[in-house]
């Protein structure tokens, strides 16, 4: 009896010490080290005795005490950044970094407006559409592709239409055709259960797209400033005719079955 009271207890002191231990231990994925920071040290973040400075218009000044570099930080009325941390000894710069950063961000805005991404557009038609309604869905694609987007051209059956595929197939070759001068082939047309799929490509990337839209634009505002009651005239026009081309082409894309 003694012998099992004593082993007992240190069962369950020993128990008592892992629960503690355990408890002292922060939880998994918890941040350990304080939140890391992803922009360079500056200045009095800098904790190293020596960095390999450079000046302010990228000359080599080399290897000097920290001390030395902030005075000359201070000097010439600029930031010491550190510009390679894992560099022994840190590389540091001298700079504005206000200014560096304000740069860096437009640069990187300029980088996002020039990125060009791959959309693909997809139109829907039936293989007995209506001549107008033809030419509308076709204008669509016809600026899908001039803006340099691919296209899927979805033809869906119907019923009875679905013993008759060669309709769908004659339809494609024809919008095909129709576009050949601004765009190819890509995806042969194929059979996908009651549809039939077809993918056209651009003849233009999108970045050349982007770029004839971006100089079209900055034409129209030379043209203003230089007619400015000309301009005003036309604007009047082009809100006219976009009012009239929402009307035709917001039943079109509505009605994507027709």
């Known amino acids: 009896m003694i012998r099992r009271g004593i082993f007992c207890s240190s069962v369950r002191l020993g128990l008592k010490k892992r629960h503690t231990r355990l408890s002292a231990r922060p939880p998994c994925g918890a941040n350990r080290g304080g939140s890391i920071s992803a922009e360079p040290r500056i200045n009095d973040r800098i904790r190293v005795p020596e960095v390999r400075l450079v000046g302010p218009s990228g000359e080599q000044v080399g290897i000097v005490p920290l001390a030395k570099a902030l005075e000359l930080a201070q000097e010439y009325d600029l930031d010491l950044v550190e510009v390679a941390a894992n560099a022994r000894p840190p590389v540091c710069k001298l700079m504005d970094y206000g200014k560096f950063k304000y ?151 509505a009605s994507a079955d027709a």
Do not use: C, W
Not at 202 to 216: F, N, S, V, Y
């Open 103 to 253: 740069e860096s961000a437009m640069k990187a805005r300029e980088a996002r407006k020039n990125q060009a991404h791959t959309v693909i557009k997809e139109m829907k038609l039936r293989p007995k559409i209506d001549p107008h309604d033809y030419d509308t869905k076709k204008g669509h694609v016809v600026r899908f592709l001039k803006q340099g987007d691919k296209v899927k051209i979805t033809i869906m059956f119907r019923g009875r239409e679905q013993s008759r595929p060669e309709l769908g197939y004659r339809l494609l070759q024809r919008l095909a055709e129709d576009v050949q001068d601004l765009g190819f082939i890509e995806s042969n047309p194929k059979q996908d259960g009651r549809n039939m799929i077809m993918v056209l490509g651009p003849h233009k990337k999108k970045t050349e797209a982007m770029a004839e839209a971006r100089q079209a634009q900055e034409a129209r505002k030379a043209d203003a400033k230089a007619n400015p009651g000309k301009s005003q005239n036309a604007a009047e026009d082009d809100h006219v005719e976009d009012e009239t081309e929402v009307e035709v082409e917001a039943p079109a894309e």
